[in-house]
């Protein structure tokens, strides 16, 4: 959002121009966007070195489930198929980040809390394949964070109203036809995971 938008207006009055500078027009309230940022500092030489090569392995799965209508996420699995997966070192800076977030985020009061562009660039990435799974190898001992966000589509039908109609004996008769729809969602998937020794094989469910 541009902090001032000016519009300059001249005028040529008797000969001698004027200007004038238009105010700064606030903007809708439904438009103001609020962005957070932890004020812990980031510690670049820390993040490097728990993301040097180790000897151990994060193997996963990612997936989500449809919400049943108690809100709880139930039934068949749905697989995430070739999403990037971002695996990020927690330090100090990112256990603030992930506390401020789930003191201040808010989508529906358009407010989010970021990572600083420096903190995000200390991070590896994997691809699912079409079963879900990914891999991290040559991982260090220490404790990361995992993310993705899943793309998936739900479907199903409804009666829409297609008009009246009445009988010989005068009883109305209200007549439907079946309509499907569809409803695309995105699901934040994440988890932490902790990696205790070199050379082991550490297995994590992402959902």
Same mark, same amino acid.
């Not at 590896?124 to 995992?146: C, H, Q, R, V």
């Given at each position: 959002?541009n902090?001032?938008?000016?519009? #300059?207006?001249i005028?040529i009055?008797?000969?001698?121009a004027?200007?004038?500078l238009?105010?700064? =027009? %606030?903007?809708e309230? $439904?438009?103001?966007?609020?962005?957070?940022y932890?004020?812990?500092v980031f510690?670049?030489l820390q993040?490097?070195?728990?993301?040097a090569k180790g000897?151990?392995?994060?193997?996963g799965v990612a997936?989500?489930?449809?919400?049943?209508?108690?809100?709880?996420?139930?039934?068949a699995?749905?697989?995430?198929n070739?999403?990037?997966?971002v #695996?990020?070192?927690?330090?100090p800076?990112?256990?603030?980040w992930y506390?401020?977030?789930?003191? =201040? %985020?808010?989508?529906? $009061?358009?407010r989010?809390?970021?990572?600083?562009t420096?903190a995000?660039m200390?991070?590896l990435?994997a691809?699912?394949?079409?079963?879900?799974?990914?891999?991290?190898?040559e991982?260090?001992?220490?404790?990361?964070f995992?993310?993705?966000?899943l793309d998936?589509?739900?479907?199903g039908?409804y009666?829409?109203?297609?008009?009246?109609?009445?009988?010989s004996y005068?009883?109305?008769?209200?007549?439907?036809?079946?309509?499907?729809?569809?409803?695309?969602h995105?699901d934040r998937i994440e988890?932490?995971v902790?990696?205790?020794?070199?050379g082991?094989?550490?297995?994590?469910?992402?959902?």
């Amino acid at each position: 959002m541009n902090l001032k938008s000016f519009v #300059l207006t001249i005028m040529i009055i008797g000969g001698v121009a004027y200007h004038s500078l238009a105010q700064y =027009k %606030e903007p809708e309230e $439904k438009d103001k966007k609020q962005i957070f940022y932890p004020e812990v500092v980031f510690d670049s030489l820390q993040a490097k070195k728990m993301l040097a090569k180790g000897t151990a392995t994060i193997k996963g799965v990612a997936f989500t489930k449809a919400k049943n209508n108690m809100g709880f996420r139930a039934g068949a699995r749905i697989l995430a198929n070739q999403i990037k997966v971002v #695996l990020l070192p927690v330090t100090p800076y990112f256990e603030a980040w992930y506390q401020l977030r789930k003191d =201040k %985020e808010n989508f529906r $009061k358009r407010r989010y809390v970021y990572l600083s562009t420096a903190a995000y660039m200390y991070r590896l990435e994997a691809i699912t394949n079409s079963d879900g799974k990914f891999t991290f190898p040559e991982m260090k001992p220490g404790k990361y964070f995992l993310q993705g966000f899943l793309d998936w589509t739900s479907n199903g039908y409804y009666n829409e109203y297609t008009g009246s109609g009445y009988n010989s004996y005068g009883g109305q008769t209200n007549y439907y036809q079946q309509k499907k729809y569809t409803v695309d969602h995105q699901d934040r998937i994440e988890e932490f995971v902790e990696v205790k020794e070199n050379g082991e094989i550490v297995k994590v469910r992402l959902h």
